[in-house]
């Protein structure tokens, strides 16, 4: 297809010729969150739509635009703050406030959200959805796909139900995983000189192995891999496949 894979470029007609061709609509799930001194605040959100569009671009479907908020856990502290996710991993020492971090919604909260959204997605004519990016949003949706599929009669594909340990795309947090997929699709938002030179010193937080180690040539193979991982299961499971 020569048009554009995202939601928010097409023109109806091209919606229309997108939709016709392939009814399977990619969900990021992402958030504004803190992904260590040189990573993008948008990380988890980028990294699916850009694994998402490549998918579009050679089996057809059509991009939605991210959801950048999601459920994390909280801890309430005791002067009446909250830390959420990261900010009180292992890595982050001692537990704080980490910059930029704005997307926490409780799940029930979320769980609507996306409830919404598979609604409005089968009413415009998707007939499968898949969806993937920030962790414990990727988590909620995994959990709750068998019902939503009963419930509202549309096809709902997540990595970890449907392709499982094999799926490599943010298996980490802001380490050499995430980092390197970020310096693939997206190197001008990524500086390594951000971190610190004394490998001795960990990376607050970060959750995985050595950011440090990451490269744009590691981030390629981890998408390309991901994008034939997603390609199979559409292939399998849908009717009419896109040529």
């Not at 995994?142 to 997540?158: C, D, K, V």
Request: aromatic share 8%; proline share 8%.
């Amino acid at each position: 297809m020569t048009t554009s894979p995202f939601y928010t470029h097409l023109r109806p007609q091209q919606f229309r010729d997108r939709l016709a061709a392939c009814a399977v609509g990619y969900i990021p799930l992402g958030t504004l969150e803190w992904h260590g001194e040189h990573g993008a605040l948008g990380t988890d959100a980028m990294i699916p739509t850009g694994i998402f569009a490549r998918v579009a671009q050679q089996y057809g479907g059509i991009v939605f635009p991210p959801v950048y908020m999601g459920p994390d856990r909280i801890r309430l502290e005791a002067d009446g703050s909250s830390l959420q996710g990261m900010e009180y991993a292992d890595s982050t020492t001692p537990p704080h406030q980490l910059a930029g971090g704005c997307y926490w919604l409780p799940e029930g909260l979320f769980q609507l959200v996306l409830e919404n959204l598979i609604q409005q997605a089968k009413r415009a004519g998707f007939t499968t959805l898949v969806a993937d990016g920030h962790g414990p949003s990727r988590i909620l949706w995994n959990r709750m796909a068998p019902f939503w599929e009963a419930q509202y009669g549309i096809r709902l594909i997540g990595v970890t139900r449907d392709i499982g340990p094999a799926w490599c795309s943010q298996i980490d947090h802001a380490a050499i995983n995430e980092t390197s997929l970020m310096l693939a699709l997206h190197p001008e938002l990524i500086d390594l000189s951000a971190l610190p030179t004394d490998r001795a010193i960990y990376p607050q937080g970060v959750g995985g192995p050595d950011p440090r180690d990451a490269t744009a040539a590691h981030g390629e193979a981890l998408i390309a891999t991901c994008v034939q991982l997603l390609i199979a299961v559409l292939t399998k499971t849908q009717e009419h496949p896109a040529p």
